[in-house]
């Protein structure tokens, strides 16, 4: 990979990573992922935020580095904005290479070199508004950002260029290829892109979206021309999308999220299928739009997406063993990890012999604190009296959610 320029002395240099990897080891990235990493000039070389050794990123970061007449050898200040293995996973490699650079951290993000990769020298500890002069008229910033998506995490802002380094802050799942800057980009790719970075949010960030609103407002007197992040595009000519993206994305945490519905449900032998498809009806009634999602069939990754950026919720799962549908209990977790609060939610299901999904449903989203609508279930397959009815919910839900 080339390195792109964002002014004559700032460079983007990225890897693109293609792999059936998980990223976080969750969540698939079958579009990929990008690895950036940015190169600021003065009559010193700093290097912000790292890569790890995954699909040869060191390699096409190098490759980058050659074509401005660098090396790794070169670099004067390593400058590490959050610690997550994917920014700092070829740390040790790098010191072999370069054991002068200086790496500047947080406190808490300098303890983390220490423990991760114990490194004990070199090491330098920033504050919070705290400068670095690269000399030449170059200077850098640094201001902490913390759990973003760790507590060690900051940003750093280079003034002259306008450019703000974020790492994980703005970021989305997509390769790059050549391009990197959001002027280079189509209005589709630009559609895939949106749709990847609500999916890197709701995974990634949304358990931390009051820290995302803070430091929105802690950074907001910067004079921002450039939002430069470590995975996804770089925002030179429209940077104040991607911020507006994601103070839209934090507010979905504590509402009012889209006016849709995200349908989730799994179905054994299809009596619990038989009563969803009577809900939706209702909810097409009442021209309410909704995204669906069978599991386990569909990777918790995208349902997470689109259940956190919806009002309204349909829960479809049948009684497994006493007890509710394995898959959903998996899915209903991560929704109470990620946060998924507030919502309007119908749940429906199917029992055979007996019942017993209920106690154990209402236990795991209690902590939720959603609005339930009275739930229905019903034994074996739904009969006409039965459809009727949810049919009719189908209908409050989309009137409730549409309010």
């Known amino acids: 990979m080339k390195a792109s320029a964002i002014s004559h002395r700032v460079f983007c240099l990225h890897a693109d990573i293609k792999t059936d990897d998980l990223f976080e080891g969750i969540w698939p990235i079958p579009e990929g992922v990008s690895l950036n990493t940015y190169l600021v000039k003065g009559e010193k070389i700093a290097l912000i935020d790292l890569i790890r050794d995954w699909t040869g990123a060191p390699g096409q970061v190098e490759d980058a580095l050659k074509g401005l007449g660098l090396g790794f050898s070169d670099i004067d200040y390593l400058i590490l904005n959050h610690l997550e293995p994917d920014h700092?996973?070829?740390l040790r490699e790098f010191r072999a290479q370069n054991p002068r650079a200086e790496i500047l951290a947080t406190a808490k993000g300098i303890n983390l070199v220490k423990s991760f990769y114990k490194i004990e020298d070199g090491l330098r500890a920033v504050k919070d508004g705290e400068t670095l002069d690269l000399g030449g008229g170059m200077e850098l910033q640094f201001f902490e950002t913390p759990n973003i998506h760790w507590p060690e995490t900051m940003v750093t802002w280079e003034p002259k260029s306008g450019t703000l380094f974020t790492c994980d802050a703005f970021g989305s799942f997509g390769t790059l290829g050549e391009r990197v800057f959001d002027d280079e980009f189509s209005p589709a790719e630009h559609d895939f892109f949106e749709k990847e970075t609500l999916r890197y949010y709701a995974n990634i960030v949304?358990?931390?979206?009051?820290?995302?609103?803070?430091?929105v407002q802690k950074l907001s007197a910067l004079?921002?021309?450039?939002?430069?992040?470590?995975h996804g595009i770089?925002?030179?000519?429209?940077?104040?999308?991607?911020?507006d993206r994601y103070v839209r994305y934090a507010s979905y945490a504590k509402g009012p999220a889209e006016k849709e519905i995200a349908?989730?449900?799994?179905?054994?032998?299809?009596?619990?299928k038989q009563g969803l498809d009577a809900v939706i009806r209702g909810i097409e009634a009442e021209g309410v739009p909704y995204s669906i999602h069978r599991i386990p069939d569909e990777n918790v990754s995208y349902v997470l997406a689109d259940a956190y950026k919806s009002r309204g919720l349909l829960i479809a799962m049948p009684t497994y063993e006493y007890a509710m549908f394995p898959p959903m209990a998996y899915m209903l977790d991560i929704f109470r990890r990620k946060h998924i609060n507030g919502k309007t939610v119908l749940r429906i299901g199917s029992w055979g012999w007996v019942g017993g999904a209920k106690k154990e449903y209402e236990a795991a989203i209690e902590p939720l604190k959603w609005n339930s609508l009275e739930s229905v279930e019903w034994a074996g397959s739904p009969t006409a009296e039965e459809i009727k009815v949810l049919e009719d919910r189908g209908r409050e839900l989309a009137r409730t959610v549409s309010a």
């Open 263 to 272: 349908i989730v449900w799994g179905s054994m032998y299809g009596s619990t």
């Open 234 to 243: 770089v925002w030179r000519k429209n940077p104040k999308t991607i911020i």
């Open 88 to 90: 700092s996973g070829w």
């Open 206 to 215: 949304s358990s931390f979206s009051l820290f995302v609103e803070k430091a």
């Open 223 to 230: 004079d921002i021309q450039c939002i430069a992040p470590s």
